[in-house]
Nanobody
Framework: QVQLVESGGGLVQAGGSLRLSCTAS????????MGWFRQAPGKEREFVAA????????RYADYVKGRFTISRDNAKNTVYLQMNSLKEEDTAVYYC?????????????????WGQGTQVTVSL
């Protein structure tokens, strides 16, 4: 059974940084694309970043481009999201997800497995 576990969330001041991690178990995922999404209170879940199997293709939402960096370690079945210059509007529950194919995608239905999420709160 596939399981994704996120960690690294927390409370940070605006302008600060956090690094999220997501480790997958229940299989090998080095050939699978992975992604991060987020959901703020009262809003729909939205795409943040995605990475293909080889890390050669990275995609970012416009609102995080230049501030967030997605990366992965296939040996550890882990994907990371380095978040810098955090803003209050980045406050959300962050979810990682895995596709069943190797290339990236930006919409929720294209991802097969999801984690439970980790809370990120950015204060002024």
């Amino acid at each position: 059974q596939v399981q994704l576990v996120e960690s690294g969330g927390g409370l940070v001041q605006a302008g600060g940084s956090l690094r999220l991690s997501c480790t997958a178990s229940g299989g090998t995922f080095r050939m699978n694309a992975m992604g991060w999404f987020r959901q703020a209170p009262g809003k729909e879940r939205e795409f943040v970043a995605a990475i293909n199997w080889s890390s050669s293709s990275l995609r970012y939402a416009d609102y995080v481009k230049g501030r967030f960096t997605i990366s992965r370690d296939n040996a550890k079945n882990t994907v990371y999201l380095q978040m810098n210059s955090l803003k209050e509007e980045d406050t959300a529950v962050y979810y990682c997800a895995v596709r069943e194919v190797s290339w990236t995608a930006t919409t929720m239905p294209e991802y097969a497995y999801w984690g439970q999420g980790t809370q990120v709160t950015v204060s002024l």
